[in-house]
């Protein structure tokens, strides 16, 4: 059978804490050597858009998939398709807008589970958008989190998202004039934005870090992007992440590397951090996440929301949707 998941559905079928679990396994089952993933493909098209697609083959626990995701118009729609290797099905096709955003909180939260220290209390939050709410939400349910400071430009966006997030979280949540004001003396640091069009295109500076804070940054996923600063990259005592392929892709740490300020010597991928390569040696260290999304990362969550959505009885099952065929 395969199983039709719209966003209604997946967003029913979303439990965070699964979630997190779940990429924690892909992870290491990637370091294991038991996953083949090319680099993300990206094609232009004659639109101004562009069409990106990020596959694997996951042979240890026998999955493999893609996501798919393209700009056209102005809008962008993502697809997430698995298939168990063993029964030679298309288990899933899912809507992955709203979980593309929850696997991204969920990454962070997965690093901030092994990086943050472990009695931080503290979280402030660069945006207000669908991102910084998924993120801050993931960084809740690994740490105990009591008070949260965020800014973003619109004033009216930034107060929204600490009423409703005091609300979905139970703890106080409030919104903050200006991103120095969010992030001073916070033990963990959510940057969650689109800078590329605006001002210099930096939301965080690396001089606004403290002994001991942890850092999470998922903006910049193309070279024209930018979300925080080179002087980050030096600042921090231990970086990580999500994929090598970042240092090609992130405006982020293209620019650090140009600038000599990105030293490889101090760089974790991910993965290497949940088998358990220790980078946060002490509490009063500096630790930086910098994350891009992978597709082990994308067919990990749509595999938490496929049993739930089963469990749930939700989507629309589809029967035989592809057609066997002997291949010789």
């Not at 220290?117 to 402030?124: H, L, M, S």
């Not at 640091?189 to 403290?210: H, I, L, P, Q, R």
């Not at 970042?246 to 991928?269: P, T």
């Not at 996440?289 to 938490?304: E, N, P, Y």
Request: proline residues 2%.
């Amino acid at each position: 059978m395969t199983l039709i998941l719209n966003l209604k559905d997946v967003e029913q079928a979303i439990n965070m804490r699964t979630i997190i679990d779940q990429i924690e396994k892909g992870l290491v089952e990637e370091y294991n050597g038991g996953v083949i993933m090319p680099p993300r493909m990206n094609m232009a098209t004659n639109n101004q858009g562009f069409f990106r697609l990020m596959p694997a083959v996951m042979n240890e626990s026998g999955y493999m998939g893609f996501k798919a995701f393209f700009k056209s118009g102005g809008q962008v729609r993502y697809l997430i398709g698995i298939i168990d290797q063993k029964e030679n099905n298309l288990e899933a096709m899912m809507d992955s807008s709203y979980l593309t955003a929850v696997r991204t909180g969920a990454t962070t939260g997965l690093a901030t589970k092994y990086l943050a220290r472990e009695n931080a209390r503290t979280v402030g939050v660069i945006g207000s958008g669908l991102e910084a709410r998924t993120n801050l939400e993931a960084v809740c349910a690994v740490r105990d989190i009591e008070y949260v400071r965020v800014f973003s430009p619109n004033p009216q966006r930034r107060e929204l998202f600490a009423a409703e997030m005091s609300e979905k979280l139970g703890i106080q949540v409030k919104a903050v004039a200006s991103p120095f004001m969010a992030v001073e003396g916070a033990d963990i640091v959510n940057v969650c934005t689109n800078t590329s069009t605006k001002g210099n295109g930096v939301a965080f500076e690396g001089k606004w870090m403290n002994r001991s804070m942890h850092v999470n940054s998922i903006g910049s996923t193309m070279p024209s992007m930018r979300e925080i600063d080179t002087d980050s990259f030096e600042k921090a005592d231990g970086i990580v992440i999500d994929t090598i392929h970042l240092e090609n892709e992130s405006g982020d740490v293209l620019q650090a590397i140009k600038a000599g300020q990105y030293d490889r010597s101090k760089v974790v991928e991910l993965k290497e951090l949940v088998a358990g390569k220790k980078v946060r040696l002490h509490d009063e260290q500096i630790t930086l996440f910098k994350s891009v999304g992978t597709a082990v990362q994308d067919i990990m969550a749509a595999r938490a929301v496929y049993e739930e959505a089963k469990k749930l009885g939700v989507g629309t099952d589809v029967g035989e949707f592809l057609e066997a065929k002997l291949f010789n």
